[in-house]
């Protein structure tokens, strides 16, 4: 195995490059929305580090967890909080920042702020008042865990984003018949002391074949990113302690193509809804399976997905 060359580190490239950045335009009266490190404080963008250092006040999800990142970088702007519990009263303070000429950053504890995170309210409250809003992408675990896992292409490069799992099981169950039902990768996210449960949780909404990729501490010294059959991940959780440590971003593959040709036939749709009407889903699905030849594994977890879409409507 050869070794990994040294990396040279080249204070004219630095330097240069510091400076094209800086010598971009940086608009006043402007709420920067700055995407932060998701874990590895490498990620931090140039742009993005010239930004935070150029603004007059950042605005915080967590001052504490940001002023570590701002002292690594050695920004030393000054912090005002901006999290889901103030969000209202810090949008207004931003707003008449920005009505004094500053420049304002927005950021969340990871990521980009105002999606899945706080900021989207602060965003919303800027353009309505006519300020301009400038995204300074960076890292993002929904884009790193689909770069990890091959699950798209760019022939087929479809997926959707639900967000966090609803904590509680019914709640839980319900949202992942409507979300696993969607033909499209699905990417979620999930925290470690909930994981078993929601692992059971899928298993039971799609069933033992689907397959299930679990990206955890994404960017961080203990990354790991595996796909499993739904049947397989319990045991693999259960093989070592530190498999289910860490911040999970889960991606539910999209459905098997005879799961996706049945919900696209509304004849076996109208069969399995009128089988529910008077059998379990198991003998819905067992029946259904004799009369379509579609698989009984892809109509029970179809039939447990309009089942509990039924529920909720």
Same mark, same amino acid.
């Given at each position: 195995?050869?070794?990994? *060359? /040294?990396?040279?580190?080249?204070? #004219? ?5 510091? %400076? ?7 608009? $006043? &009266? ?6 932060? *490190? ?12 010239? #930004? ?6 950042? &605005? ?29 009263? &810090?949008? %207004? ?15 969340? /504890?990871?990521?980009? *702020? ?10 919303? +409250?800027?353009?309505?008042a006519g300020y301009g809003v400038v995204a300074i992408p960076g890292a993002s675990a ?47 996210? %999930? ?9 059971? !949780?899928?298993? $039971? ?9 679990l990206a955890r501490e994404l960017t961080k010294r203990f990354e790991q990113v595996v ?14 302690? =530190? =498999? ?8 539910? =593959? $999209?459905?098997?193509? !005879? ?7 509304? $004849? ?16 819905? +699905? ?28």
């Open positions: 195995m050869s070794e990994t *060359p /040294d990396f040279v580190d080249s204070q #004219t490239t630095w330097n240069r490059l510091t %400076e094209r950045v800086a010598g971009q335009t940086w608009p $006043q &009266a402007t709420l920067y929305v700055v995407a932060t *490190p998701i874990g590895n404080l490498g990620d931090l963008s140039l742009r993005a580090w010239q #930004t935070l250092a150029r603004c007059d006040v950042i &605005a915080a999800e967590d001052t504490r967890a940001s002023r570590s990142l701002l002292d690594a970088w050695g920004v030393r702007t000054p912090l005002m909080a901006a999290h889901r519990h103030n969000e209202a009263g &810090a949008a %207004e303070a931003i707003v008449a920042r920005l009505a004094g000429g500053e420049r304002v950053a927005l950021i969340s /504890d990871a990521g980009a *702020p105002a999606v899945s995170d706080p900021g989207a309210r602060i965003v919303r +409250a800027v353009r309505e929904v884009i790193t865990a689909l770069m990890a896992s091959g699950v798209t292409s760019d022939e087929n490069p479809a997926f959707v984003f639900a967000g966090f799992m609803p904590p509680k099981a019914t709640a839980r169950q319900k949202w992942l018949a409507r979300w696993c039902a969607v033909a499209a990768p699905v990417v979620m996210f %999930e925290s470690p002391h909930r994981l078993e449960a929601a692992v059971r !949780d899928l298993l $039971q909404v799609c069933g033992a074949d689907r397959l299930l990729t796909t499993l059959p739904l049947g397989q991940v319990a045991a693999w959780l259960a093989d070592d302690a =530190h =498999h289910s440590q860490g911040e999970f971003v889960l991606i539910v =593959h $999209q459905p098997p193509a !005879d799961q996706t040709a049945a919900e696209a036939d509304p $004849q076996t749709l109208v069969l399995l809804d009128a089988l529910l009407e008077s059998v379990s889903v198991r003998d819905a +699905a067992r029946i259904a399976a004799k009369v379509t030849g579609v698989s009984r594994d892809t109509l029970y977890a179809l039939a447990l997905a309009r089942q509990r879409t039924a529920i909720v409507d």
